[in-house]
């Protein structure tokens, strides 16, 4: 007569046919029943021949599901009574539905995270209302970057590894490239620092995130230039830091009128090459008075020089920092624009007496930048194809800027004021009585990526308008891009 098995009765099933081993099978029908509550602390299980007979099978899988179970503690074997389900699992796992409808998910989850984390924008939103086509803000002329000589760089780099090369990097970055960087930024932007002085980090927004982490604790005020760059307002307000909107004129951030409405921030952060979003650059006399307010008032300026190497009237304008006597500019640059956004490099420049602040904070928070894409930098640098690569674009650019000027005063006339077109690669373009919101939605369904101006104010906006990038928008495109354009503004 077949003996009754000991033990509770199998809640699995297996199918032999099925591609996941029968091992796993065992494995995952007891987890999943423990999890699920349907097994319950100190019940005691099959042995493992009995269930092996009684799922048809051969007793190896089942005995090492067992083993597994009781390495992972969720089994635990009792002398004389055999394998009971672990008694020191917590009784709440078998009063939890089995299911969590997704809308209570999601409160759940708004109710486990900090409150902070929910004022900071939708990444999910940003890159659906960001596409790939005419007047895309932030995209570069990917079709003429030296994709061939890139990848040659590439290559030779990874020859060249060594064992050393997958450890822990300098957290300072690559001396190599930080050398490169020093020469390059003394000769195109006026920056006085030596390498010892450079921090290379992955773009200016993680630049961002360590400065304010460093320089300012939560609740300090920092001036921000009205309008500006939204994702650097998130990076403040998500420090604890008070953002206070200076209005912006034709010389750039209004340096009285920041001392008027809060004379006691701790930093300031200027975008003085090129405004953004408005393209402005930032007069001398406002320059000075900026750094003057810095020295009297013991206060920091973040200048973010993101796209000043390419002027198209004149000379590039000197920094900032090459001005600053007295130790008070932390420097961001970016490789995003003058080499492409996906290489996730910049550097921040920060005075002698700051690096080790720096450093402590930058290996805190992320130990070290990845060394492979750093090591091809410091070739296309050292070999000079960084300074030809420059060299061709701006001149790319230009035309470019010219093509899209040209078409928006035959289009527009006078209907439209133009701002911010001497520098970089996009330009503002400000328009009355449109709402800039509903008209960028409307393009964004004919692939013309308008991106509205109002969001980069505060609250009220008095301005509407687009900032419409032209780094990746060819002169063929433009005539039929503006005419589709001014056909849409028409329409509303
Ligand atoms: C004002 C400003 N700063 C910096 C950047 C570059 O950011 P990142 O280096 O993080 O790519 C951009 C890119 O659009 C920008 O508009």
Same mark, same amino acid.
């Given at each position: 007569?077949?003996?009754?098995?000991?033990?509770?009765?199998?809640?699995?099933?297996?199918?032999?046919?099925a591609?996941?081993?029968?091992?796993?099978?065992?494995?995952e029908?007891?987890?999943? #029943?423990?999890?699920?509550g349907?097994?319950?602390?100190?019940? $005691?299980?099959?042995?493992?021949?009995?269930?092996?007979?009684?799922?048809?099978?051969?007793?190896?899988?089942?005995?090492?599901?067992?083993?597994?179970? &009781?390495a992972?503690?969720?089994?635990?074997?009792?002398?004389?009574?055999?394998?009971?389900?672990?008694?020191?699992?917590?009784?709440r796992?078998?009063?939890?539905?089995?299911?969590?409808?997704?809308?209570?998910?999601?409160?759940?989850?708004?109710? *486990?995270?900090?409150?902070?984390?929910?004022?900071?924008?939708?990444?999910?939103d940003?890159?659906?209302?960001?596409?790939?086509?005419?007047?895309?803000v932030?995209?570069?002329?990917?079709?003429?970057?030296?994709?061939?000589?890139?990848?040659?760089?590439?290559?030779?780099q990874?020859?060249?590894?060594?064992?050393?090369?997958? !450890?822990?990097?300098d957290?300072?970055?690559?001396?190599?490239?930080?050398?490169?960087?020093?020469?390059?930024?003394?000769?195109?932007r006026?920056?006085?620092?030596?390498?010892q002085?450079?921090?290379?980090?992955?773009?200016?927004q993680?630049?961002?995130?360590?400065?304010?982490?460093?320089?300012?604790?939560p609740?300090?005020?920092?001036?921000?230039?009205?309008?500006?760059?939204?994702?650097?307002?998130?990076?403040?307000?998500?420090?604890?830091c008070?953002?206070?909107?200076?209005?912006? !004129?034709? /010389?750039?951030?209004?340096? /009285?009128?920041?001392?008027k409405?809060?004379p006691?921030?701790?930093?300031? &952060?200027?975008?003085p090459?090129?405004?953004?979003?408005?393209?402005?650059?930032?007069?001398?006399?406002?320059?000075?008075?900026? &750094?003057?307010?810095?020295?009297?008032n013991?206060?920091?300026?973040?200048? !973010?020089?993101?796209d000043?190497?390419?002027?198209?009237?004149?000379?590039?304008?000197?920094?900032?920092q090459?001005?600053?006597?007295t130790?008070s500019?932390?420097?961001i640059?970016?490789?995003s624009?003058?080499?492409?956004?996906s290489? =996730?490099?910049?550097?921040?420049?920060v005075? /002698?007496?700051?690096?080790?602040?720096?450093?402590?904070?930058?290996?805190?928070?992320?130990?070290?930048?990845?060394?492979?894409?750093?090591?091809?930098?410091?070739?296309?640098i050292?070999?000079?194809?960084?300074? *030809?690569?420059?060299?061709?674009?701006?001149?790319i650019?230009? /035309?470019? *800027?010219?093509?899209?000027?040209?078409n928006?005063?035959?289009?527009?006339?006078?209907?439209? @004021?133009?701002?911010?077109y001497?520098?970089?690669?996009?330009?503002?373009?400000?328009l $009355? @009585?449109i709402?800039?919101?509903?008209i960028? #939605? $409307?393009?964004?369904r004919?692939?013309?990526?308008l991106?509205?101006?109002?969001?980069?104010?505060?609250?009220?906006?008095?301005?509407q308008?687009?900032?419409?990038?032209?780094?990746?928008t060819?002169v063929?495109?433009?005539?039929?891009?503006?005419?589709?354009? =001014?056909?849409?503004?028409?329409?509303?």
């Amino acid at each position: 007569m077949k003996r009754p098995p000991s033990g509770i009765a199998p809640v699995i099933k297996v199918r032999p046919d099925a591609p996941t081993s029968l091992f796993r099978q065992v494995y995952e029908g007891y987890h999943k #029943a423990i999890l699920d509550g349907n097994l319950r602390g100190g019940q $005691r299980v099959l042995s493992t021949r009995a269930l092996a007979q009684e799922l048809g099978i051969s007793r190896m899988p089942v005995l090492n599901a067992y083993a597994q179970l &009781l390495a992972e503690g969720y089994f635990e074997s009792r002398v004389g009574s055999g394998t009971i389900i672990s008694s020191s699992l917590p009784e709440r796992i078998a009063k939890q539905p089995r299911t969590i409808s997704r809308p209570k998910r999601a409160r759940q989850g708004q109710k *486990r995270t900090s409150k902070r984390c929910w004022n900071l924008p939708s990444a999910q939103d940003f890159f659906r209302s960001r596409g790939f086509g005419p007047f895309a803000v932030s995209q570069i002329g990917f079709d003429n970057f030296p994709q061939r000589l890139w990848n040659r760089l590439v290559t030779r780099q990874s020859r060249n590894t060594t064992v050393r090369s997958f !450890d822990y990097g300098d957290p300072m970055g690559l001396l190599e490239l930080r050398e490169r960087i020093a020469e390059h930024l003394h000769i195109s932007r006026g920056v006085k620092c030596d390498a010892q002085q450079i921090i290379i980090v992955s773009g200016s927004q993680q630049a961002l995130d360590l400065t304010t982490r460093v320089l300012l604790d939560p609740g300090d005020h920092v001036w921000m230039e009205h309008p500006g760059y939204t994702f650097a307002r998130s990076v403040f307000t998500h420090n604890g830091c008070c953002v206070v909107p200076v209005k912006v !004129d034709a /010389e750039g951030l209004n340096v /009285e009128a920041g001392i008027k409405k809060c004379p006691k921030a701790r930093a300031v &952060l200027v975008t003085p090459s090129h405004q953004y979003p408005l393209g402005v650059t930032m007069s001398a006399s406002r320059r000075l008075q900026l &750094l003057d307010w810095a020295e009297s008032n013991d206060c920091w300026i973040i200048e !973010d020089d993101y796209d000043g190497e390419y002027r198209y009237e004149g000379m590039p304008v000197t920094s900032l920092q090459g001005l600053d006597k007295t130790s008070s500019v932390v420097y961001i640059g970016t490789f995003s624009k003058v080499l492409f956004p996906s290489l =996730r490099l910049g550097y921040l420049v920060v005075p /002698e007496d700051l690096v080790e602040r720096f450093l402590a904070a930058r290996f805190a928070f992320d130990i070290c930048p990845p060394t492979f894409s750093q090591a091809v930098l410091a070739d296309f640098i050292g070999e000079g194809h960084f300074v *030809r690569h420059i060299r061709r674009m701006r001149a790319i650019y230009a /035309e470019r *800027r010219d093509v899209l000027l040209e078409n928006i005063r035959e289009h527009f006339g006078t209907a439209v @004021e133009i701002a911010g077109y001497e520098t970089g690669m996009h330009l503002s373009i400000l328009l $009355r @009585e449109i709402s800039d919101h509903e008209i960028s #939605a $409307r393009a964004a369904r004919q692939n013309l990526w308008l991106s509205p101006l109002s969001p980069s104010y505060m609250k009220h906006a008095p301005r509407q308008g687009f900032i419409l990038g032209f780094g990746s928008t060819s002169v063929q495109q433009m005539p039929a891009a503006i005419r589709k354009f =001014r056909e849409l503004v028409r329409s509303v």
